[in-house]
């Protein structure tokens, strides 16, 4: 494998790690923003309740429509916070999948370059090997 190629397939997967991280991220504040509109709900539903719309009917009926309403809003906000909390989990698997594919090709640079490194140090034994021998033949030829 060339060094170049290890190198791009290395910057290509910390890209795809950057881009599920902002995901992640995003989902995230989702999440939050679906769970803050499920309280804001209840609170609603609850001061809805507390209205005390026992004096005429049509008071009764608006509160009883308004309360309604309310209710479904909240049961869609509570819809949409669970599908949040689904897409979080998502972003985090599929963050995870990325750091573990640049890790892996992390580890295959490292791999190529101890393989590298191996190959220069058994060239530079190599040399220094046959200068030894030229050394030691040129010594035996001159003491003969």
């Known amino acids: 494998m060339s060094k170049k190629w290890l190198t791009s397939l290395v ?6 790690e950057d881009a599920a991280r902002q995901r992640l991220a995003t989902a995230q504040r ?5 769970h803050a509109r499920v309280r804001y709900d209840a609170d609603r539903i609850d001061s809805l309740r ?12 608006a509160a009883s429509v308004a309360l309604q309403a309310a209710a ?5 906000a509570v819809q949409m916070a669970d599908d949040a ?6 972003r985090r ?3 995870g999948a990325a750091a573990r594919a640049r890790r892996t090709a992390e580890e295959l640079r490292e791999q190529e370059l101890v393989i590298e490194r191996t190959r220069a140090a058994s060239a530079a034994q190599r040399e220094l090997d046959e200068i ?3 050394v030691h033949r040129d010594s035996i030829e001159v003491a003969q």
Request: hydrophobic share 50%; proline share 0%; glycine share 8%.
């Open 85 to 90: 909390v689904r897409g979080v989990a998502g």
């Open 132 to 134: 030894a021998a030229r």
């Open 11 to 16: 910057r290509a997967r910390q890209v795809q």
């Open 72 to 76: 479904a809003t909240h049961a869609a």
């Open 30 to 34: 989702l999440a939050h923003r679906a």
């Open 50 to 61: 507390d209205a005390g719309a026992e004096d005429s009917a049509t008071a009764f009926v």
């Open 93 to 95: 698997d599929e963050l």
